[in-house]
């Protein structure tokens, strides 16, 4: 059964050092999206793309994230520096495509990674 | 006021018993209404989706919309141990593939 695939599961880092997570979506699936999880929080959307184009980007704090799907497959979300309020869980998700006019499209998760700043 | 309230409990039930879980929304423009389940350290998986308002019925599972409330529920019967994990509402509108998510309720159901 395909699954998206997340590295590293677990990441402990120091405050303002730089972290990076990397994601592999489901093949075929031109949408992918980075959530952020906090410990007893639901996800929130940070990062939503469509092939390798920015779709959404409005909750992600362009000050010290960034994230990039340069050939439209796989991506990367780096932080740099963290801070304490970081920790939490990446989840990265994917789905085959856009909007589809009056149907749904199945938002496919990962294992996540689980990040803690000291 | 977020715009998916959800009680976080946690929630603990015997084997056997009826799980009622519930969440309410702010935003009308929400067509598209999801139940997710968590078990620890993995992510989220969907249960079910319903779109605009009605029951929908998957084994166990029963999703319920009630958009003149803007209030969702999901039933769970005849509970089983393995149905211990944490539930997440979520929803989106139409235009947008946004989903937003409730807090989360953790559910445990002891043998």
Redesign the interface.
């Known amino acids: 059964e395909a699954e998206v695939a997340q590295s590293p599961r677990y990441k402990i880092t120091e405050k303002s050092q730089a972290v990076a997570f990397w994601c592999d979506p489901i093949s075929g699936h031109a949408t992918l999206y980075w959530y952020r999880q906090i410990l007893g929080q639901g996800p929130e959307l940070l990062v939503q793309f469509q092939d390798e184009s920015v779709v959404d980007d409005s909750q992600l704090p362009k000050d010290r994230f960034s994230a990039e799907r340069l050939k439209g497959v796989d991506s990367t979300l780096k932080i740099q520096p963290a801070e304490l309020g970081d920790s939490a869980m990446y989840l990265c998700a994917s789905s085959l495509q856009g909007l589809i006019a009056g149907g749904y499209n199945e938002q496919f998760f990962g294992p996540g990674t689980r990040l803690t700043v000291l | 006021q977020k715009e998916?309230e959800?009680d976080?409990g946690p929630l603990s039930v015997p084997e056997g018993a009826i799980v009622s879980l519930n969440c309410t929304y702010s935003n009308s423009a929400f067509q598209?209404f999801m139940w997710y389940r968590q078990y620890s350290?993995?992510?989220?998986?969907?249960l079910m989706?319903t779109?605009s308002s009605g029951n929908k019925e998957d084994g166990r599972f029963t999703a319920q919309v009630d958009k003149s409330s803007k209030y969702i529920s999901l039933f769970i019967r005849d509970s089983q141990p393995s149905d211990s994990a944490t539930y997440?509402c979520?929803m989106r509108t139409g235009?947008?593939?946004?989903?937003v998510?409730?807090?989360?309720m953790k559910l445990t159901v002891n043998p």
Not at chain 2, 101 to 104: A, D, I, L, Q, W
């Open positions: 998916v959800q976080p598209y350290r993995k992510g989220p998986e969907l989706y779109y997440l979520a235009g947008s593939e946004k989903l998510f409730g807090k989360g």
